[in-house]
């Protein structure tokens, strides 16, 4: 189906994988106070030069599933509550370190190249280094019952950037010390345990970088350079400007965690005027492409080969119908969701007490019906303690407008 961009092969030689959010995690034996956690990388289709970069494997652990009180496996360190390993695989004696036998934790990590990018010292609140540009990197999450044995439960961490690749649309010849300035404003920060951005999804920092272009003939369609953003919801605006040449904005641009986004352009001429569109038909994983358009005199967005609008004039937010119930100790819920133009294919889902506190959150991946303007998200919640609840879901269409939908106006939701 489309979503009014056009996901388009950008590089031959790297593409990021499709993967779940989750990572290899498992207790090993139930009569022992030892558990063994191991992290692996994308599996989901070829191995990148990024994956085989990765130096360092970071874990923590929460009581919950708030992220509100994480357990020390540091003690000995008053700035660092997770420990760090070189291959992914993390054993602790849970006893030694307080955990409660039939207490739910959640086990987080996170994985990246170990170049003083980011600050890992509470993987609830990952933070970029103010004097460093993100890099890849990865994380993901596992809840777990201290005490409770669990079968081996494979799984792999996921990419949290998107990877924005610069492509000539023209063949001309670099010279010595050309370059292309970067500027954009994006989101610095990261909660594993939400597995989303903590703040700024609008973009709380703003960053200026010069990326080098190799000397040398440039042929039609290739790549002059590349560099990794953390996700938003937002779609950004990005500014290029060649050597000392005039700035290029362009708008709109997707950031799509474990996407690659490919900008096409005459990155040598000054040149505002663009149109593009995605194509999610690959599923998961893939590739965009953004399209600046030199034909285009207007600066209006335009309409792709098919004659279909372009998302950017799209500013109405998804709508739903809810429905939910409870039986015994299980909450049942169903959210059909649909959006006038397009609709995107995440979602975040919570279960809430009527007060706001959350109890569990989720990350959902919608799949979209024939028509890519509507899905559905059902399920249950099992479990749940005597109390009264909302259950919440936020949505985004493909121009990436924001729709928030919960059952705590017409439906009563109460777990005796």
């Known amino acids: ?39 692996s990388l994308p599996l989901d289709g070829p191995m990148t030069k990024a994956d085989a970069n990765v130096g360092r494997y970071v874990m923590g652990i929460y009581k919950g599933t708030s992220g509100a009180e994480k357990v020390d496996l540091t003690p000995d360190d008053e700035n660092s509550a997770t420990i760090s390993q070189t291959n992914g695989t993390f054993e602790l004696d849970g006893e030694e370190y307080g955990l409660e036998t039939g207490t739910t934790y959640t086990a987080v990590f996170w994985a990246d190249y170990n170049d003083g990018a980011y600050n890992v010292n509470d993987l609830h609140w990952v933070a970029l280094n103010s004097d460093k540009n993100v890099s890849m990197a990865y994380a993901g999450k596992k809840e777990f019952t201290y005490g409770e044995a669990l079968a081996d439960n494979s799984v792999i961490l996921k990419r949290v950037v998107a990877q924005v690749n610069l492509n000539q649309k023209t063949a001309y010849t670099a010279n010595e010390g050309d370059k292309i300035t970067v500027s954009y404003a994006g989101n610095s920060v990261y909660d594993v345990m939400a ?45 290029f ?48 492409n953004v399209d600046m358009s030199d034909e285009e005199e207007s600066g209006e967005t335009g ?84 109390s009264n609840y909302i259950v919440d879901l936020k949505t985004w269409d493909a121009a990436g407008n924001e729709g928030y939908f919960n059952t705590n106006d017409n439906i009563e939701l109460t777990v005796q």
């Open 1 to 39: 189906m489309k979503r009014f961009f056009t996901y388009a092969l950008c590089v031959a030689g790297v593409v990021l994988a499709s993967c779940g959010q989750e990572e290899t995690f498992e207790q090993i034996n139930p009569n022992s106070n030892v558990i063994s956690f191991r992290a």
């Open 195 to 239: 597995s989303g951005i903590a703040s700024g999804d609008g973009g709380d920092r703003n960053y200026e970088f010069e990326i080098a272009v190799p000397a040398g003939e440039k042929a039609e369609g290739s790549t002059l350079g590349s560099f990794y953003a953390f996700a938003s919801s937002e779609l950004a605006t990005i500014t």
């Open 241 to 288: 400007a060649y050597n000392d040449g005039e700035p290029i904005s362009v708008s709109n641009v997707p950031l799509t965690a474990n996407y690659q986004t490919g900008i096409t352009g005459n990155y040598t001429q000054t040149n505002s005027d663009y149109t593009f569109e995605v194509d999610t038909d690959n599923g998961e994983w893939g590739n965009q």
């Open 303 to 386: 309409e792709d080969e098919g004659g279909e609008e372009q998302p950017t004039e799209d500013k109405t937010a998804p709508t739903a119908t809810v429905t939910a119930s409870v039986s015994g100790t299980t909450i049942s819920y169903e959210f059909v969701i649909t959006d006038e133009t397009a609709l995107g294919n995440n979602a975040e889902l919570r279960l809430l007490k009527k007060d706001w506190t959350e109890v569990q959150k989720l990350q959902v991946t919608l799949q979209l019906n024939a028509d890519g303007k509507s899905a559905t998200v059902a399920g249950e919640f099992e479990n749940v303690e005597s």
